[in-house]
Nanobody, 117 residues
Framework: QVQLVESGGGLVQPGGSLRLSCAASGSISSVNDMGWYRQAPGKQRELVAI???????DYADSVKGRFTISRGYANNTVYLQMNSLTPEDTAIYYC???????????WGQGTQVTVSS
C-alpha cells in the first residue's frame, strides 16, 4: 500500500503564498499519477492539479498561472506551490496517488489552507 502525508498548510493573507508537500511511502509504482484536490465545507472535492510520472501536468482553470505542481527527484514527493492566494482558495487540500496499471489509489489525510486577513 501507499501512504501519503501532507504538510505545509496554514493561515496566509490574500496575495500571499504557500508551498504544500506530500510525502509518499510504501509500494509506489514507477508509473503513476499524483495530484492535489481540495474541498471546502459544504462543497464537492475538486481537482486542483495533477502530474504524471513523465512530468506532464494539468491544472484547474481557477488556479492556472498561480499554482505549480512538481515532483521531487525520487518521485516520492509532490509539491504544490501556491501564489497569489485568494479567500476562494480556502479549503482542505488532499494529496492523491493513482497507479496506472492497477485499480489502486490512495488519499492523504489533508492539510488546511486558510486565506484570510
Amino acid at each position: 500500500q501507499v501512504q501519503l502525508v501532507e504538510s505545509g498548510g496554514g493561515l496566509v493573507q490574500p496575495g500571499g503564498s504557500l508551498r504544500l508537500s506530500c510525502a509518499a511511502s510504501g509500494s509506489i509504482s514507477s508509473v503513476n499519477d499524483m495530484g492535489w484536490y481540495r474541498q471546502a465545507p459544504g462543497k464537492q472535492r475538486e481537482l486542483v492539479a495533477i502530474i504524471a510520472s513523465d512530468g506532464g501536468t494539468d491544472y484547474a482553470d481557477s488556479v492556472k498561472g498561480r499554482f505549480t505542481i512538481s515532483r521531487g527527484y525520487a518521485n516520492n514527493t509532490v509539491y504544490l506551490q501556491m501564489n497569489s492566494l485568494t479567500p476562494e482558495d480556502t479549503a482542505i487540500y488532499y494529496c492523491h496517488y493513482r497507479a496506472i496499471a492497477s485499480p489502486y489509489n490512495a488519499w492523504g489525510q489533508g492539510t488546511q489552507v486558510t486565506v484570510s486577513s
